[in-house]
């Protein structure tokens, strides 16, 4: 029907020697190819139109092709490459609302638009409000935003009234991107500020864990008369459950109950609440606000699930779970990854695997592999990870850095180095997170050679490496011995990789020169050159270096400093206890353990664990009766012991 309407429609127009109609003063949509641009729904009828256009020679005019072009660019992206070619070949003075569409539209890239934009500059336009909001909408670096922030202020932008939203956009890119300082300059310089304004800095500081700032934000509003709205007490909500503060807690929940007494209508709100309270370690308030709850949704759900997994009760996240109306993966990877991380049964976790893919139907993604892998890796379950890497196979799951890094540490940890590898091999595109995991894990096994050269092999490949990449490459050094190596690699931290050492730098490169015997050099770092607070693993480092008993002094200097930090830690105190007996001064040994005693500090039995199909049993030397099978490892050992015994008897006659 379209098409012979088309044809009329074109048959009609060829008899007109003159369109009457000008676009240059009349913008309005009543010309008869426009109509049908605003029920045009397909590329074919696109095309038709844009043919009748150019033959009335209108196609070179300013608001057809802006018409044209939001029809290509924004209504149907998918056309994005007749806008660009409208653009390009056919608009030869665009205005501002044509650039802003193009870069307003979803298929541009973020190159293209910085381009738009600069093609932009160069015709002498004057961007308005809406250009610098679609630029920004795009951006993900911290730099960038500098960058357009300076263009809004040249721009004169600002100054002009009813800026609320520009404002407010960029103080919360600020925030978002790790730029705190410029937000709150930002938010400084605002000639006024709404409700909005202080509700972006408020869940901005909530979000980066500043939360005495955005509670002191939160009192300036209220004094500046600014009645707070629920997107402020959301920020207030998880400032409590980050400082674990129940008492502000329960007074800001007491503000959300006077405010709508028995409504939930703010679901947000109230998950918000249940949240608080579980990070409090208040799951009776959470258990209680949840049964006030006349509205729940599958978030509701979740939280008390997490938030039961997160404190280790999984009996009561069990319950939750079994009672919820509908499951999504979410609440099946919450309580799988409760199950992993606590050693359960192998068994009862594949049944609930099981159960989640035949049963339930719900597919497991990444996060569900991720969780079960880590839980084997935390528990030394090399039979349970490769049973879940053995199903991620079957599933025909790609293998990529996020999962490779998961498996890695997994067959690291459970002493399968060979198998890292082969995991290490198969990921096609590796990313800093999964060389690291790599060179850690080298290094755990003792192979600081071969975690150099993986160091050398990623920045071979292009891998930047992070301060975590540095600070394993240094441990790796310190566990092999290769004081030379770590001591060039901490060198070069800052002019070859652009990172200031910190803490755990500085400690790393502590223990290597004790481990090395150099304690006057790792002494003089200490005390000298470090430009950070000494830490306990500095001092312990150095306590540990000196038990042979030679140097009392420095043991003496490092437990003092050892207490202050951590007075309520046993090791100090049996380190320099040991030191004292290795010197021949049992006498102060026994005045070390003394005063351990009487400050009410308890040495920690040391535990052996045996993972099972059961689960992980962990267990003391003398609590080896508890163990249920404690009578059949009894007799296990009796045999080994006596194989081992006939063993010897014969290699004993053989030698004879």
């Not at 009192?219 to 008492?247: F, H, N, Q, T, W």
């Not at 799988?336 to 359960?344: A, N, Q």
């Not at 192979?447 to 071979?460: I, R, S, T, V």
């Amino acid at each position: 029907m379209f098409v012979r309407r088309g044809v009329r429609f074109f048959t009609t127009e060829r008899k007109r020697k003159a369109t009457t109609w000008d676009p240059l003063h009349s913008l309005e949509l009543n010309h008869p190819s426009l109509v049908l641009l605003e029920r045009c729904n397909s590329r074919h009828q696109f095309k038709q139109i844009l043919a009748n256009i150019m033959r009335i020679n209108l196609i070179c005019d300013a608001f057809p092709m802006s018409r044209l072009i939001l029809f290509s660019a924004i209504t149907y992206p998918e056309n994005i490459d007749l806008a660009k070619l409208l653009l390009r070949n056919f608009t030869p003075n665009p205005n501002v609302f044509v650039y802003n569409t193009m870069i307003s539209s979803s298929a541009v890239s973020k190159k293209e638009c910085f381009a738009l934009y600069e093609s932009m500059i160069r015709q002498s336009l004057c961007p308005d409000r809406q250009t610098f909001l679609y630029l920004m909408k795009v951006t993900n670096f911290l730099s960038e935003v500098k960058q357009i922030h300076c263009h809004i202020t040249v721009s004169g932008v600002l100054s002009e009234g009813n800026n609320y939203y520009l404002w407010n956009y960029l103080v919360k890119l600020y925030m978002e991107l790790g730029g705190s300082g410029f937000a709150e300059k930002v938010f400084d310089e605002m000639p006024e500020r709404d409700v909005t304004s202080f509700n972006t800095m408020i869940v901005g500081y909530a979000k980066k864990g500043y939360c005495l700032e955005a509670m002191k934000l939160y009192y300036k509003m209220v004094g500046v008369g600014i009645e707070p709205d629920e997107y402020a007490v959301l920020g207030l909500l998880v400032c409590c459950g980050r400082l674990s503060d129940v008492r502000l807690g329960r007074g800001v929940h007491g503000w959300i109950e006077r405010r709508k007494p028995g409504s939930s209508s703010n679901l947000i709100l109230w998950n918000a609440v249940l949240d608080m309270y579980f990070k409090c370690r208040e799951c009776g308030l959470a258990k209680r606000v949840f049964g006030m709850m006349t509205k729940k949704d599958t978030c509701s759900w979740n939280t008390m699930v997490g938030g039961f997994v997160k404190l280790e009760d999984m009996e009561a996240a069990r319950e939750v779970f079994d009672q919820m109306p509908r499951r999504d993966l979410v609440s099946w990877n919450s309580l799988l990854l409760g199950y992993s991380k606590k050693g359960c049964d192998q068994r009862a976790v594949r049944e609930l695997v099981y159960e989640m893919l035949i049963v339930e139907k719900v597919v497991p993604d990444r996060v569900t592999f991720v969780s079960l892998v880590s839980g084997a890796a935390n528990n030394g379950e090399l039979s349970q990870g490769r049973w879940a890497h053995g199903l991620m196979i079957r599933m025909r799951l790609e293998i990529d850095a996020f999962l490779g890094s998961a498996l890695v540490d997994m067959y690291c940890k459970c002493g399968s180095i060979e198998r890292t590898s082969m995991v290490f091999k198969t990921v096609a595109e590796k990313d800093v997170t999964l060389w690291t995991t790599m060179i850690t894990g080298t290094a755990f096994h003792g192979d600081g050679k071969q975690a150099l050269q993986l160091f050398e092999d990623m920045q071979e490949e292009g891998v930047t490496p992070n301060k975590v990449t540095l600070l394993a490459v240094l441990t790796a050094c310190s566990h092999s011995g290769l004081v030379e190596e770590g001591i060039h690699v901490f060198n070069h931290m800052k002019e070859k990789f652009g990172f200031d050492p910190e803490t755990e730098h500085y400690g790393s490169l502590v223990d290597l020169l004790c481990r090395a015997g150099r304690v006057e050099e790792a002494k003089e770092i200490v005390q000298k050159k470090m430009p950070v607070r000494p830490s306990q693993s500095m001092w312990g480092s150095l306590l540990s270096a000196c038990r042979g008993g030679e140097d009392i002094e420095t043991a003496e200097m490092a437990l003092t400093e050892l207490l202050k930090l951590e007075p309520e830690k046993e090791g100090g105190y049996v380190l320099l206890s040991n030191i004292y007996a290795a010197a021949r001064r049992f006498g102060y040994s026994d005045k070390t353990r003394e005063a351990m005693e009487s400050r009410g500090v308890k040495k920690v039995a040391g535990y052996s664990s045996v993972v099972g199909v059961e689960g992980v049993h962990s267990f003391v030397a003398t609590e080896k009766q508890n163990h249920p099978r404690w009578l059949e490892i009894r007799g296990v050992l009796h045999h080994l012991c006596d194989e081992m015994s006939s063993n010897l008897d014969f290699l004993g006659t053989e030698m004879t």
